[in-house]
């Protein structure tokens, strides 16, 4: 349930070109990138005292990325911010002069931009973030989603302008057909995992996620003790733990990696010492979490940084999709997808083992920050798990 990082760069310092892109003046380039955005006022910062009394600790604070940039998801902040930064370095290259983010929509940029083609391999949530990217800029956009991505997804993906490809498989089977095609075609490929000689683009991914860290700890009243964060590839959870080891150094807090049980890759690799695929057997409801191989510079970063790495089941991530839009005790109710409330669901499974809470030191008076990564993004199979209408619950 619950493993301890005892690998042997753990408490390592950073590789150098992750704490480049993942500190605190990397965040300040996507802070002055949303100035020049429509709609990027922060996204809430959710206190819930209540559930806080109900499983002993100290505070839980929730960060809601459910409204990020009209996508509903934290993936708005990480495809879109790259595609930008990429269209940009090439208008940089063709003109010979540095481009600045201020001149993103002027000709110059959309006539660079119309001749290129940008593709990535999605469960969902990060094809919608590249192609409204694309869209902005005017670059052409192909999206290869696999078997399990609902039509509803798709037609999400599909309304900012991308052609859809589907692939038979999993998620890293629509990964390798992506990148296949980009290669025979000259696409550029905008992933958000790693490989071995792919590093720069994903991390611009990551690098736009840093900026629901700043906003969350400019609101946060005291820098938090722990921290759970859900991981499918690992790309959230290795910005958050990056860039929180980065700012409170040997101060930051005790960072989780919460995977579901059926996808935990990984947690096994935590185990085997090295990066490993795991086999796809089942499929999870938290389809945004489906993924059965770390990316590489994720694991660098989490194999450093993170703490501790645990599972949680299909049936306790819906429990937790619940107990948000049901709350307790006077709490505000949060619409949280499949994917959104992991990290809730392995605070509350760590919360109700008394040799997990002493393993980590979850006592009560433990300050806990989570970030609920979606909202309802597939609002039909919201309402079959929660019983509600996304509106019913937020109205």
Known sequence: MLLRNTLSDYRLPLDSSDADALGIEAAQAVERFLQHRQGTAPTPMVSLPGLARRLDVGSIHVKDEGQRLGLGSFKALGGAYAVIQLVLGLASQRWGRPVDISEWRSPEVATVAAGITLTCATDGNHGRSVAQGAQLVGANCVVFVHAGVSDERCQA?????????????????????????????????VSDTS????????????????????????????????????????????????????????????????????????????????????????????????????????????????????????????????????????????????????????????????????????DSNARVFLINTEGATDPALYEKLVGARPEDVTG
């Open 157 to 189: 993906i599909a309304r900012y302008g991308a052609r859809i490809e589907r692939v038979q498989g999993n998620y890293d089977d629509s990964v390798a057909s992506a990148s296949k095609i980009a290669s025979e075609r000259g696409w550029i490929v």
């Open 195 to 362: 490989w071995p000689g792919y590093e720069r683009i994903p991390h611009l991914v990551m690098q736009g996620y840093t900026a629901l860290l700043r906003e969350a700890l400019g609101a946060l009243p005291t820098p938090p003790t722990h921290v759970f964060v859900q991981a499918g590839v690992g790309g959230i959870a290795a910005a958050t733990a990056a860039h929180f080891a980065l700012v409170f150094g040997k101060d930051r807090p005790f960072f989780t990696v919460v995977e579901p049980d059926r996808a935990a890759c990984l947690l096994e690799s935590a185990k085997a010492g090295q990066i490993v695929k795991v086999p796809h057997d089942r499929p999870t409801v938290m389809a945004m979490l489906e993924c059965y191989e770390p990316s590489l510079v994720a694991w660098r970063i989490l194999s450093r940084v993170a703490d501790a790495f645990m599972t949680v089941e299909d049936d306790e991530a819906v429990t937790m999709m619940k107990a948000l839009a049901y709350p307790v005790d006077g709490d505000p109710a949060i619409v949280a997808g499949e994917s959104g409330a992991v990290g809730l669901a392995g605070l509350a499974k760590v919360a109700g083992d008394p040799a997990c809470r002493s393993e980590i030191g979850l």
